[in-house]
C-alpha cells in the first residue's frame, strides 16, 4: 500500500481556508519534500498526517491506516517545528523516556536512546542538559527523539530554519544516511535546499498543491 495517499483534502480555521483540495500520493521511500512560503499550509498538513488535527473533508492514508490510528503508533513519528528539550533533563534522560513511552525496558530505553544519539553524531551529548548545547545540536538532538523506536515514516517541520550551513548538511546527512529504509517528509520554504534530498517535491502555496519531479543527478548529495 502506499506510504500516504491523500485525496481532495480541505482544511478551515474557523472559516480562514489553509488547504484547499490537496491530492497526492506518495509511494516512494525515497525523502519527499513539501515546499511553500510562510502561510502556505505545511504545517497545517503535517499536523493533519501526524493526527493532530481532524480530517473533516476529503481522506487521507498513511499505510492504509487512518492518520492517528493506533496501528500507526510507533510506525509514524513527527518532529513540530518547534519542538523544544526540557531544560532540567539531561539529553540521554529525555531520549529514554520517550523510549520508555514506547514500552522499552529501563535497558533498552538507555540502549536506544544511544543508538538515536549516535545516529545524529551527538554521542557525546548524552549527560548533557539542552542549555549546554548549540542551536544546531538541540535541534539534532530532537531529530533523534523523532528516531526512538525505528519509525518506517519520519514527519519534519522545517528541520533547518535557522541553521547555518554546517548544521544544514550535518542534517541533510543524517535524512540521506537513513534513507530510504525510513521515508522523511520534510518541510521547508527553501526549495533548493529540499532538491539536494529529495526527488519528489509537494509544492504548496496558500493551501493548493502542485507536485514537482525533480531529476536529481547524484553529484549533489550531501
Ligand atoms: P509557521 O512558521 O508554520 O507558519 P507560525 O509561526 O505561523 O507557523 O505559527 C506558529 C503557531 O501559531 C502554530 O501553532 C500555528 O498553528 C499558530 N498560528 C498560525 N497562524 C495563526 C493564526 N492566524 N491564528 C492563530 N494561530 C495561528
Ligand atoms: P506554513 O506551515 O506553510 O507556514 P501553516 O499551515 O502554519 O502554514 O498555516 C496555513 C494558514 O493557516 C496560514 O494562513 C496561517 O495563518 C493559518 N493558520 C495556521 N494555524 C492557525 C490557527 N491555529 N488558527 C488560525 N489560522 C491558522
Redesign the pocket.
Known amino acids: 500500500s502506499p506510504i500516504i495517499e491523500c485525496h481532495n483534502l480541505s482544511y478551515n ?1 474557523s472559516g ?1 481556508t489553509a488547504l484547499s483540495n490537496i491530492s497526492f500520493v506518495c509511494d516512494s521511500a525515497e525523502p519527499i519534500g513539501l515546499v511553500g512560503p ?2 502556505a499550509g ?3 498538513l503535517l499536523s493533519i498526517l501526524c493526527g493532530f488535527l481532524p480530517i473533516t473533508s476529503g481522506s487521507v492514508t498513511l499505510f492504509n491506516h487512518q492518520p492517528g490510528a493506533s496501528a500507526l503508533s510507533g510506525r509514524v513519528s513527527a518532529l513540530p ?2 519542538a523544544q528539550l526540557d531544560p532540567a533533563f539531561s539529553i540521554g534522560e529525555q531520549l529514554a523516556f520517550y523510549a520508555r513511552l514506547q514500552g522499552l525496558n529501563k535497558q533498552q530505553a538507555r540502549r536506544e536512546a544511544s543508538r538515536v544519539l549516535e545516529a545524529v553524531a551527538l554521542k557525546d551529548v548524552l549527560k548533557e542538559k539542552p542549555n549546554a548545547l548549540s542551536h544546531g545540536m538541540a535541534k539534532r538532538a530532537t531529530i533523534a527523539q523523532a528516531l526512538i523506536g525505528k519509525p518506517e515514516l519520519i514527519l519534519l ?2 528541520p533547518t530554519a535557522g541553521l547555518d550551513p554546517v548544521n544544514t548538511r550535518k542534517i541533510r546527512t543524517i535524512i540521506a544516511d537513513l534513507s530510504p529504509s525510513t521515508t522523511f517528509i520534510i518541510s521547508s520554504h527553501d526549495l533548493a535546499e529540499l532538491g539536494r534530498l529529495c526527488q519528489q517535491v509537494l509544492l504548496l502555496d496558500k493551501g493548493i498543491m502542485s507536485t514537482m519531479q525533480l531529476n536529481t543527478t547524484e553529484n549533489d548529495s550531501p
Request: aromatic content about 10%; glycine content about 10%; proline content about 0%.
Open positions: 480555521y480562514k510562510n502561510g505545511k504545517s497545517t517545528q518547534d517541520d522545517e
